[in-house]
């Protein structure tokens, strides 16, 4: 198919641009295979290039023969085209809804897309099982790097290359992922060095009406135990919504046939309740005319604040098991592929401070979301503003990196990254020109050939020059487990994301950057402080009657 037959209208001149608090902006209008651009002459406008894939839907309206097309984004930003003649506007809305709802992944941006900058690492190579695996053997040799599912047969949606405990061979992983939903059997997804304690992810076991069991997948997850020691499954779904996946097949472990375990039940909302949530969030915030109270009320109608707080408080009782406790966690949801990798990646961040680096931060995005499976091509096919039904969309991504935001705005100084990197990665794995997100799992993206044929984020995200825009100036490397808080007050609407295109956004961003000044203004005088400290002492010292000569 050639992207000129989609296009009945490639230019279109004196088209008026409207963005919230900005000026407008009036100039040519031009249609490619994946970009809506409008330059204008003015010397001082930028260019609006927008990525067809971005766009969610658009409305049409019509004042004689002027037209009207409102373009609402994945990443929550709404402009509005004039544009002088209605047969134009008909062609132009026509071919933007044709190019923004391409079936085919091979027709995406990313397979077109040539970078303009010298790829100088290869972010496709760059997070490696084999490099991690390196990690773990430095710290102990008690687990084992298998090549069980290396054709994808046993399970399609894990990656090759898997860890396992090393006591547990191949033809028990294979019984015990016949076990488990889709083949998800329990795998390894963080190791704790400080007590040797480690966290699982796997999906729901298939025990059905008839409390089936499986003795390779009590072995297999018993092998982490130390003796005498107790662990902890924690089941992200209720105990009523898990008792009626048994009518279907699926279920959880029974206490009998895993004594050494105790069961915790969760209250993480499945994948389209979250969608709804999220369209009801973006529609609050962007309705403007009701009062204060009534903006609050619909914000809390959303639950999305309700979301935030179940997911962080879970990941926090994961943490909790293994570093206080001292205990081994089994995390998994129905699938193991949404809730199951918000609670052990946003557990990692809370317990381990690699992760709140940059690298770490990628590599944990790579490790718990990528590799792990999570069907961003599916979840992410939608946001808030699409008109079509809802198939297998959910911000279940986006949920979690705001869970991130809430941890690092509550411990500003313990993350080498700042808000602009969670955003950035919001904004790509909705719509990219890097093929880091396309498809569900590593078995598509290997039929895709997307690291032959796309560049990968972090080829880019990792150049010096794009480094700094990511880094926070605050930041002083912590050793400690960060403990956050998710009591009600605790929790903020995220303005960056959900604020970011009103004119509030820009008075946020001014306060930020002021505290960021005023800080680093405490710490230069704490540091001249320390040192006149220092130079008194020494002084004293010198003076002192005491002092051997």
């Known amino acids: 198919m050639e992207f000129a037959e989609l296009i009945k209208t490639p230019r279109v001149d004196g088209v008026v641009l409207h963005r919230p608090f900005m000026p407008t902006v009036e100039g040519t209008l031009c249609l490619t295979g994946h970009h809506l651009i409008l330059s204008s002459r003015q010397d001082t406008t930028e260019e609006l290039w927008l990525l067809h894939a971005n766009i969610d839907s658009t409305e049409k309206r019509f004042v004689g023969s002027l037209g009207t097309i409102i373009v609402k984004c994945k990443d929550l930003r709404v402009i509005q085209l004039d544009i002088p003649g209605m047969e134009e506007c008909l062609n132009i809305a026509s071919s933007i809804e044709a190019l923004s709802t391409l079936d085919s992944v091979s027709l995406m941006y990313p397979f077109f897309y040539r970078p303009l900058f010298e790829v100088i690492e290869d972010g496709w190579q760059s997070f490696v099982p084999e490099e991690s695996f390196k990690d773990l053997e430095s710290m102990t040799d008690e687990w084992r790097l298998s090549e069980v599912n290396k054709d994808f047969s046993l399970c399609p949606s894990y990656p090759s290359l898997l860890t396992v405990p090393k006591d547990i061979d191949d033809e028990s992983l294979c019984k015990a992922a016949s076990f488990r939903h889709g083949g998800r059997f329990p795998v390894l997804s963080y190791y704790h060095k400080k007590n040797a304690m480690v966290m699982m992810r796997a999906a729901q076991p298939l025990t059905g009406t008839n409390g089936r069991r499986c003795k390779e997948d009590e072995k297999l997850i018993n092998a982490t135990l130390c003796a005498g020691k107790r662990g902890y499954i924690i089941d992200t779904r209720t105990i009523a919504v898990a008792q009626q996946a048994k009518a279907r097949g699926g279920g959880f472990e029974q206490e009998a046939n895993y004594p050494q375990w105790r069961r915790i039940h969760k209250a993480i909302e499945r994948s389209n309740v979250l969608q709804d949530s999220l369209i009801k969030l973006v ?22 604040q309700s979301n935030v707080k179940e997911i962080l408080t879970t990941a926090c009782l994961a943490a909790q098991c293994i570093d206080r406790e001292g205990a081994s966690v089994l995390v998994h949801g129905t699938e193991g592929t949404d809730s199951t990798l918000q609670v052990t990646s946003l557990a990692q ?16 995005i790579e490790r718990e979301w990528l590799q792990a499976g999570h069907p961003f091509q599916q979840r992410c096919a939608q946001s808030a503003y699409s008109n079509g039904k809802p198939r297998s969309e959910a911000p279940v991504f986006l949920l979690f990196l705001d869970c991130v935001w809430q941890i690092l705005r509550q411990f500003p100084c313990s993350f080498q990254f700042n808000e602009n990197l969670l955003i950035m990665l919001f904004e790509h794995a909705y719509a990219s020109q890097f093929g880091t997100f396309l498809g569900n799992c590593v078995a598509e993206r290997g039929k895709l050939q997307l690291s032959q044929k796309t560049v990968s984020l972090w080829s880019w995200v990792n150049r010096p020059q794009e480094l700094e825009r990511f880094l926070n100036p605050l930041y002083e490397p912590n050793n400690l487990v960060i403990w956050p808080s998710v009591a009600p007050q605790s929790l903020l609407l995220w303005e960056g994301v959900f604020l970011r295109w009103n004119r509030s956004t820009k008075c946020l961003d001014e306060a930020y ?25 020494q002084l004293e010292t010198e003076d002192s009657p005491l002092q051997t000569p």
């Open 283 to 304: 529609e609050a915030c962007n309705d403007q005319s009701h009062s204060m109270d009534r903006w609050l009320s619909k914000l809390e109608a959303s639950n999305w």
């Open 349 to 364: 961040i809370i317990l381990d401070p690699a992760c709140r680096t940059i690298r770490g931060f990628e590599a944990l």
């Open 513 to 537: 950057q002021e505290m960021v000044h005023i800080i680093e203004y405490n710490k230069e005088l704490q540091n001249k402080v320390n040192s006149l400290r220092r130079q008194l002492a």
